[in-house]
Nanobody, 122 residues
Framework: VQLQASGGGLVQAGGSLRLSCAAS????????MGWFRQGPGKEREFVAA????????NYAYSVKGRFTISRDNAKNIVYLQMNSLKPEDTAVYYC????????????????WGQGTQVTVSS
């Protein structure tokens, strides 16, 4: 499956952005989806994940209550709504797909998008 992430940009602290990840090539609903991010000088870290149906989600503690992951299987898109953004959310955000159960472990994901830059100014 091919993944194309978009929606990043520059936003002030407290603002919002919605990231999108469009999938093509395989049956989208066969895959659990995740969002990860990598900040400057940091390791890639888990942000959020959603199961194949959208009925089960999981979030990193640092974004819980501020970010929402969702998916539209009819449109082959997964979203990450990011509210109350903080400067520490600045990172390149990646979407990923796994044929297994949804996971917080990046090593379990089979396909990755190219990343979209999110910059939050203070």
């Amino acid at each position: 499956v091919q993944l194309q992430a978009s929606g990043g940009g520059l936003v002030q602290a407290g603002g919002s952005l919605r990231l999108s990840c469009a999938a093509s090539g395989r049956t989208f609903s066969n895959y659990a989806m995740g969002w990860f991010r990598q900040g400057p000088g940091k390791e890639r870290e888990f942000v959020a994940a959603v199961n194949w149906s959208g009925g089960i989600t999981n979030y990193a503690y640092s974004v819980k209550g501020r970010f929402t992951i969702s998916r539209d299987n009819a449109k082959n898109i997964v979203y990450l709504q990011m509210n109350s953004l903080k400067p520490e959310d600045t990172a390149v955000y990646y979407c990923a797909a796994t044929r297994g159960a949804y996971s917080t472990d990046s090593r379990t994901y089979d396909y990755w998008g190219q990343g979209t830059q999110v910059t939050v100014s203070s």
